[in-house]
């Protein structure tokens, strides 16, 4: 830096203001400390500034099945919000998820001294997995259930409600759902939006398909189903439903259950004459 604020004529001071992005430097010198910095190619020593600032300017991601389209997405994400904002990302990947292994994945990361842990918690094994384990820095879980830790997420039942009311605004009867791996949360969430929106609608349900999130799967499911069961469902082999009341007993008050380690309760609509046929 010493060298840059030489070549520039100015103070190492007014160096660190550019470099910093702070204010109160003019054009003209701003200019030329960049120019001397492209000259001399020089680089921000992280490690000198921590010693300093306190801050290691990294964030520690704890992630599973990053083989999985849903986490290995959000951490490429995560990644690229992270050097926009100038951090650094420093990933440990778990392959077993007990309280054992996220403890020992989040104090290696904290040995580091990262700024923040982020933790891709789509099932409900790596919440558990967290709760309780000590950290000393900020942590958030991604793609998790509210909870009591801070939580990031897309509001999935809204978006599965959006699209279900799209298309049946399009005229069609009903809307058939392929869903991820049963216990997903997101996947659970997409569940609940489709099948509140089509109670609401007095549509007929259909099964739900489960998939894996890999497309052979699902796609001969849905292919061996394509048309859709029109009275209540059988039971998939990893989803146990119970019905209340359906779309054709339309009994106003009764209640709808289904649940596939999570619960969804909706009141059946009143019939009217809007009903959709």
Not at 49 to 75: D, E, H, N
Request: aromatic letters at 4%; proline letters at 6%; glycine letters at 8%.
């Amino acid at each position: 830096m010493r060298d840059v604020a030489r070549l520039a004529g100015v103070s190492h001071q007014t160096v660190s203001r550019v470099l910093n992005g702070l204010p109160n430097v003019s054009d003209s010198v701003r200019e030329r400390v960049e120019r001397a910095v492209a000259q001399l190619g020089y680089r921000p020593n992280v490690s000198a500034r921590a010693l300093i600032t306190k801050r290691t300017m990294t964030l520690g991601v704890v992630s599973v099945s990053t083989q999985q389209y849903g986490p290995a997405g959000t951490l490429t994400g995560i990644s690229e919000a992270a050097r926009r904002a100038g951090y650094f990302v420093s990933v440990t990947v778990l392959d077993a998820v007990d309280r054992q292994s996220m403890r020992s994945a989040i104090d290696h990361l904290l040995a580091a001294a990262v700024d923040g842990v982020i933790v891709i918690a789509p099932v409900g094994s790596v919440v558990e997995a967290v709760a309780g384990v000590a950290r000393t820095v900020p942590l958030v879980m991604v793609e998790a259930r509210d909870g009591e830790q801070s939580v990031a997420g897309i509001d999935q039942v809204g978006g599965a409600r959006t699209a279900t009311r799209h298309l049946l605004d399009l005229g069609h009867r009903t809307v058939a759902h392929v869903r991820g791996p049963i216990n997903w949360f997101e996947a659970d969430a997409r569940v609940s939006g489709w099948l509140t929106e089509l109670m609401a609608a007095h549509a007929p349900v259909p099964e739900v398909l489960v998939g894996d999130w890999s497309p052979a799967p699902a796609t001969r499911r849905a292919g061996a189903s394509s048309s859709g069961p029109t009275s209540p469902p059988s039971s998939p082999p990893t989803t146990r439903w119970r019905w209340a009341c359906s779309a054709h007993s339309k009994r106003p008050g009764a209640r709808y259950q289904a649940t596939s380690a999570w619960w969804v309760s909706t009141t059946c609509p009143s019939r009217s004459s809007s009903t959709r046929r």
